[in-house]
């Protein structure tokens, strides 16, 4: 056996972590290779559970699980499914004993916290006990550890990576990334040394299922579609089991499906899901499980048996719902299955033969797991803290985002600045300009959504960027920009490019979406597609009208001397026409009429118009004057400075006060690292 000689002068390592629902590990490279930790119970494997005992001890791992039918209340199972959630998202959500804080009140609320009796915890701070202890186990091995790489399921939302990001923090880890669990996955699986193909990421663990659609492109690889469900997992087949075990040991009067799990003793619910699990894994290799467990009327032991064929038929409508999310999958990313050249396995609970069967039968081919499916996703965290923290530039990794980012514009209609499925890190911008005079202040409303109008949207954040000069409509020029970080947050700056006053917000969404809600979403959007687009296309015609009626009022005080009394009344009848339309149309069509009418009634009149702003150049005023004028000319803005005063002028009901320019314009960020290895 050879001993490692501690060298002080060794640069720190840098250490991955799968921090998962059911169980974590840590990993690093040790000569290219990644290697998994041994973690304070001498395993690999680190079951996600904290014990907090009564005198303050708190205890992770198997010796935290031991504790999970002896005291219940105290010990926190599955908290990753807690991340980043309110109180109110939790309503019914129970998979241990224990039990939620009441909050205080609506800002105790925004998080959730475990009452252990006398104190609570958030779950920030329960995983943060996870990681301390998969960090104390890596410095005893490594003596000194650099960053950290986490990994996080595809579909965490804001929330839910910012609160992973500050348990990682509190934990003492200089966090340098967190990475989406199926990329590590391909990593690990050192897809980028292949040079093309299409593959898809299945990782059924026991909380999360994740299933992502990656290409390789010479030897770059890139994050086509992400889907999958945070509530459906390994865990979800216990409960399965469990209340089958319930009604042989008596509960529900022997009727699976009439037992209440919230009249079960805590301590029953706790003994019964541990040997749940135990059957599910002996069905892995074996046709049947045969177990004893305590009668409920204390009379001695019952029997259970479950066969491998009533737990497949049992799991079937899971394995329906993962079928579900692969196919949308697949459809986002505008793949065919047969074009697959592999599937990867990831997840402990991909070892259940009946999985195996189900996603060979999906994809019609025989999936990959080569690699031990439990490792997988820490072996990937580890080699890209690895290549991170030599700053190599060995791959390139993308990720998308999986809704539409945008903010609302007048009318309420919304303006995507970031769409759905576009790769991150990336970067966007859009000008926008004011829309009327004097505005001192704009409302920004970030909305996240695939709806035409920002009240079918999740509203993300609203901010006010105050203290813009007043200028006439049309002149201030609001640069939004959006960035989206490599771990998935999003930051919006507004600035007036005029003034360079400039606000920067990063939003942090108090409630999480869960993968449901996001389903929900994007269902919404396909059924209201058509109905959507015609409203959106009736507000921006309307809000058009509204913009030229204000425009060509302006030009009639300034210039009304140069219309005779037969133009005079046919503008007038115009604008009428246009006020009337604007008001009460349905169609888009009645609007832009109205607007052509207007435009053809004011026709020779802005030339007449531009004539003037031309001699008045000539006179002395400054070019760029007439350059504006030459625009207003149309009728669509003067250079009335005098109007300043008007203070913001608001259609009713609308938050909005600005709409958009026509200088939308992207700039990609680049990406992670180079391109190839
Ligand atoms: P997570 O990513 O949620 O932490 P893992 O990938 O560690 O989860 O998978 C844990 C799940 O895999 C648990 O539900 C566990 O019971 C299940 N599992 C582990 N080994 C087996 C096995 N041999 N047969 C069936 N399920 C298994
Ligand atoms: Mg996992």
Redesign the pocket.
């Known amino acids: 056996m050879l001993l490692d000689i501690y060298d002080p002068k060794a640069p720190p390592k840098a250490i991955g972590i799968?921090l998962?629902?059911?169980?974590?590990i840590v990993a690093y490279v040790r000569d290219g290779h990644p290697v998994a930790l041994i973690n304070c119970d001498g395993q690999e494997?680190l079951p996600?559970v904290v014990h907090y005992a009564d005198h303050g001890q708190v205890q992770v791992g198997r010796t935290a699980q031991s504790y999970v039918s002896r005291d219940p209340e105290r010990t926190i199972v599955s908290v990753?499914r807690f991340m980043g959630k309110g109180a109110n998202d939790v309503a019914g959500e129970r998979l241990g004993a224990y039990r939620f804080a009441r909050p205080a009140n609506e800002d105790d609320a925004r998080v959730v916290r475990f009452d252990l009796g006398g104190r609570t915890v958030s779950p920030v701070e329960v995983s943060a006990e996870i990681l301390k202890s998969l960090a104390g186990s890596a410095r005893d091995q490594l003596r000194s550890v650099g960053g950290a790489v986490i990994t996080v399921p595809a579909y965490f939302d804001d929330a839910q990576r910012q609160a992973t990001k500050d348990a990682g923090k509190l934990a003492g880890l200089d966090v340098l990334r967190l990475l989406n669990e199926p990329t590590a996955a391909a990593l690990a699986y050192g897809l980028e040394s292949k040079n093309n193909g299409l593959f898809v990421v299945f990782?059924l663990?026991?909380?999360?299922f994740d299933v992502t659609v990656l290409q390789l492109d010479d030897g770059v690889f890139q994050v086509k579609s992400t889907g999958g469900d945070t509530a459906l997992?390994?865990?979800d087949?216990?409960q399965i089991i469990a209340k089958r075990l319930l009604a042989s040991m008596g509960y529900g009067n022997g009727d699976a499906t009439q037992i209440d799990v919230e009249s079960v003793p805590p301590e029953v619910v706790g003994l019964v899901l541990g040997a749940a699990?135990d059957v599910?894994?002996r069905l892995?290799d074996e046709e049947r499980a045969v177990i004893q467990l305590p009668r409920r009327d204390g009379k001695g032991e019952a029997t259970c048996v479950i066969t491998r064929a009533e737990f497949t038929d049992a799991i079937l409508p899971l394995l329906e719902r993962a079928g579900r999310a692969c196919r949308r999958a697949l459809r986002d990313a505008g793949v065919q299955a047969d074009a697959l050249d592999g599937v990867i396995l990831?997840?402990?609970?991909t070892?259940?033969p009946a999985v195996k069967r189900y996603v060979a039968e999906l994809f019609s081919q025989e999936p990959l797991a080569g690699i031990d499916?439990?490792l997988v996703?820490a072996a990937g965290a580890a080699l890209h803290a690895d290549q991170l923290s030599r700053s190599s530039d060995e791959v390139l990794l993308l990720d998308v985002i999986p809704l539409s980012l945008g903010i609302e514009t007048m009318g309420g209609a919304v303006d995507r600045i970031l769409p759905r499925n576009t790769t991150i890190p990336a970067g966007a911008k859009s000008t926008f300009t004011t829309y009327a005079d004097g505005q001192t202040g704009f409302e920004i409303h970030v909305v996240q959504g695939e709806r035409e109008l920002a009240k079918d949207c999740r509203s993300l954040a609203r901010f006010t960027l105050r203290g813009i000069p007043a200028l006439p409509a049309g002149h201030a020029r609001l640069e939004i920009g959006f960035g989206i970080d490599e771990n998935g947050l999003l930051h919006v700056s507004a600035k007036e490019l005029l003034t360079g006053i400039e606000q920067t917000v990063e939003v942090k969404p108090s409630y999480g979406l869960t993968d449901e809600q996001v389903e929900e979403m994007l269902i919404d959007a396909l059924d209201h597609g058509e109905s959507d687009f015609e409203l959106r296309r009736l507000v921006e015609s309307r809000v058009e009208g509204e913009r030229i009626l204000l425009a060509t009022r302006k030009a009639l005080d300034v210039d009304a001397d140069l219309l005779d009394a037969d133009q005079r009344s046919r503008v007038d009848s115009a604008i009428r026409e246009l006020e009337q339309a604007t008001q009460s149309a349905s169609k888009p069509a009645q609007i832009e009429g109205a607007i052509a009418a207007l435009d053809h009634a004011t026709h020779d009149w802005a030339g007449a118009r531009m004539n003037r702003a031309i001699k008045g150049a000539l006179g002395g005023v400054a070019v760029t004057a007439v350059e504006k004028d030459v625009q207003g000319a149309r009728g669509v803005d003067v250079q009335v400075a005098e109007h300043a005063e008007n203070r913001t002028a608001m259609s009713p009901g609308s938050a909005v006060v600005f709409e958009t320019g026509d200088t939308l314009e992207r700039d990609d960020t680049p990406a992670v690292g180079a391109e190839r290895p």
């Open positions: 799968d998962g629902t059911t169980n974590s494997l996600s990753k990782d663990g026991g909380g999360t997992g390994g865990d087949m216990d699990r599910k894994h892995t990831v997840g402990g609970a070892r259940v499916p439990d996703v």
